[in-house]
């Protein structure tokens, strides 16, 4: 169920004139710039219940689900310090954009696979600012995400392909450079 809030129908007409066709490139570059505009947008305010942290984990909370059209927009709300491993897209395009607050996010580069153990190498970071936006297509969708503020929180919506209820996450096997492959199904909190 998807919430309600002002605004909500232009915010829905954007993106779904920026999500066409097959090319992700294009997609995500139009749905980008969608996003940017619907967080500059006076006109949309997204509900209070979005802004609330939940301590000791980041919220995932559902702000709507295309019906026809399958694209899922997801508001994470993240505390001071909140964050996520390394982690993939369950091999679909997203689109990041910072509606409040500022986030950390790194990428990374699988570099090799042996058995069930990975080993990624850094490829940079970008701290990302209100109205900021950015996308992830796969093999390129390995990467954390951290709200670095030790005071204030952060609230970004991100736009996947289709609703993303699994993934996976990377955690560092003991002292090594290596990481283990720790499937998650994710949960949505309540809005």
């Known amino acids: 169920m998807s919430l309600e809030f002002q605004g909500k129908d232009r915010m829905i007409e954007r993106v779904d004139r920026a999500i066409y066709g ?3 490139y294009e997609t995500t570059t139009c749905l980008r710039r969608a996003l940017v505009e619907c967080i500059a947008d006076p006109g ?5 219940s979005l802004f609330e942290i939940i301590p000791g984990h980041y919220a995932r909370r559902e702000v709507f689900t ?3 059209r399958g694209y899922s927009m997801i508001a994470m709300t993240w505390g001071p310090g909140q964050g996520t491993p390394i982690h993939d897209h369950d091999g679909m395009w997203c689109v990041e954009g910072v ?19 990975y080993r990624f190498e850094e490829m940079g970071s970008i701290v990302a600012g209100c109205g900021s936006a950015g996308s992830l297509i796969p093999p ?3 990467h954390t995400i951290q709200n670095t503020d030790p005071e204030k929180p952060a609230v970004s919506i991100h736009i996947y392909k289709h609703a993303m209820e699994t ?8 002292d090594s450079d290596w990481y283990r492959k720790v499937p998650k199904t994710l949960e949505l909190d309540a809005a």
Do not use: K
């Open 44 to 48: 949309i305010r997204l509900p209070d």
């Open 140 to 142: 390129h969708e390995y």
């Open 167 to 174: 993934c996976n996450m990377f955690m560092r096997d003991g």
């Open 66 to 68: 295309h019906p026809t």
């Open 22 to 24: 097959e090319c992700a």
């Open 99 to 117: 509606w409040a607050g500022c986030i950390e996010v790194v990428s990374y580069q699988l570099l090799e696979q042996a058995d069930d153990r």
